[in-house]
């Protein structure tokens, strides 16, 4: 692991966070690397203060969720468009003779989360 793809888990590991099976390269990464070990350490202080502050705001007040559901029930939260993901599945299918693997992921603060994988299914 170099620094680059160290520094992308140290949030997650300051957080508590990160997933087991990336925290053994990090852990030797960081090792062994002195600049990273001072960044995890600014980062899990900016976690504690972080912390810190939210538990110091007040709650909200009683009552606030229960209006917020009422003047949003029924408004979509959402949408999503599937009609070129489907002709270009469409397409890719018939090329490849109906066994393609699909797989998909979200990138969410520059960490990918796999949503999915399907391997290559039987004609």
Known sequence: MNCREARELLPWLAAGTLPPEEMGGLLAHLAGCPACRAELAQEVRLSQEVRAAMESLPGA???????????????????????????????????????????????????????????????
């Open 61 to 123: 007040p009683k009552g606030t969720w229960e209006r917020v559901l009422a003047r949003t029930r029924g408004i979509p939260i959402g949408k999503l468009e599937l009609g070129s993901f489907l002709v270009g599945l469409s397409f890719g299918l018939s090329l490849r003779g109906g066994r393609l693997p699909l797989s998909g992921e979200l990138e969410v603060l520059g960490r990918k989360v796999p949503l999915f994988e399907i391997e290559g299914g039987a004609r």
